[in-house]
């Protein structure tokens, strides 16, 4: 299974109002820290890979921890990649068994989540702080081709350009903006 994820910047208020005038149904809305770990064995930049631990704080249930493995870029089109997550009981304790394992904290992503479900889609509305707004549009799908054309799809339904893309992560793009 395969995340087939397009994001671009853009301006959370206009794409609001397209999503209400879509009657997109809201899904939730947390607070993430994603603390990313670089490997002792390889590099995760030069692999394109990411081990990271996210906690999630929902606004309106309770907070949990997961642990995701990131593989590399699977299409050139779409920031899609193989993604491996779990639930851990405690973001203190897996970091602490990582480190033990020579993983060293390497980043940390703080960002506001703001998810809509949209014909079959997840929009998600990301203020990343550091960096500003972003709009995401995601599903999980086997067949990647006809996922990444439905995401655009999405996107030009919000009023945004597909060309508009990055395909670097907020990880990347912090890491790109402290040089």
């Known amino acids: 299974m395969y995340e ?7 301006d959370h208020a206009a794409v609001r ?18 603390t990313y770990y670089s490997a002792p064995h390889r590099d995760f930049a030069e692999t394109d890979e990411a081990l990271r631990i996210r906690e999630e704080t929902p606004r309106e249930s309770n907070s949990f921890t ?39 904290p390497a980043a940390e992503v703080r960002k506001e989540r703001e998810r809509f479900a949209l014909d079959g889609y997840t929009v998600t509305l ?27 799809d999405v996107l030009r339904s919000l009023g945004l350009d597909p060309d508009d893309q990055i395909q670097t992560s907020y990880l990347g793009l912090l ?5």
């Open 175 to 179: 890491l790109a903006s402290d040089e």
């Open 4 to 10: 087939v994820e397009v994001k671009v910047r853009a």
């Open 66 to 104: 997961e642990v995701t493995y990131k593989g590399p870029l699977a299409d050139a089109k779409s920031k899609t990649r193989r993604e491996i997550e779990t639930v851990v009981e405690c973001a203190d304790d897996m970091g602490a068994i990582l480190e033990a394992l020579d993983f060293e």
């Open 17 to 34: 109002e397209q999503l209400d005038a879509q009657n997109a149904t809201p899904v939730d809305h947390v607070t993430q820290i994603d």
């Open 126 to 152: 990301d203020s990343v702080e550091g960096l500003g707004e972003f709009v995401e549009v995601e599903t999980e799908a086997e067949d990647i081709d006809p996922a990444r054309e439905g995401a655009f």
